[in-house]
């Protein structure tokens, strides 16, 4: 084999890597789309084989058979255009629907009846789960875990856990969970 062969990387429009979709520009609009695809096809099949649904049978099966689709490794993809957070949300709000006595409520009106929070703060919620296992208690290993840089000056009252704040002259980085690697310089 040559030594420029070894040397040569293929260039490839998007790959799939541990159930997620990476495109080149790190968008993960397919993903997404095909997410939200997959998610509105268990919908129907659950529309179709179950007529009227009280409000426990579509928490079982929206919790164990649609919500895992749309939330499955989203730190690695979390969405932060406004356009995805809108079109993810949407299937909570059609699949809430699906319950006939709450069908004619308000979208937040029938969260708060099933009791069930937003997309968006489960994932929020998913990610601060996250920083609180790193940083407190090192249940990873603490040669793949991020270092997270904690705020030195904070001579406020509270915890001596606060992160600190970075400014990014692009939004490519600033959404993402693991950008504290980028200041480090670990990555």
């Known amino acids: 084999m040559d030594r420029n062969q070894l040397f040569d990387l293929e260039k490839v429009k998007s790959m799939v890597d541990i159930g997620v979709r990476f495109d080149s520009n790190l968008t993960f609009r397919d993903h997404i789309t095909e997410k939200i695809n997959k998610a509105y096809s268990v919908l129907d099949i659950i529309k179709r084989n179950f007529i009227y649904m009280d409000e426990h049978t579509f928490i079982i099966l929206y919790k164990s058979m649609v919500r895992p689709h749309v939330e499955f490794v989203n730190s690695v993809w979390c969405p932060y255009k406004i356009g995805d957070l809108k079109e993810i949300e949407k299937i909570q709000k059609r699949a809430t629907k699906l319950v006939i006595k ?28 996250e920083v609180f296992k790193i940083s407190t208690h090192n249940i990873y290993d603490t040669t793949v875990a991020p270092d997270l840089i904690f705020n030195e000056r904070a001579n406020t009252r509270g915890n001596h856990y606060k992160l600190q704040n970075h400014s990014f002259h692009y939004d490519l980085r600033k959404h993402f969970f693991l950008h504290a690697l980028q200041i480090s310089g670990t990555a």
């Open 102 to 129: 709450l069908k004619n409520k308000s979208y937040i009106d029938r969260l708060i009846y099933l009791n069930l929070p937003t997309l968006k703060y489960r994932r929020l919620r998913g990610d601060m789960i």
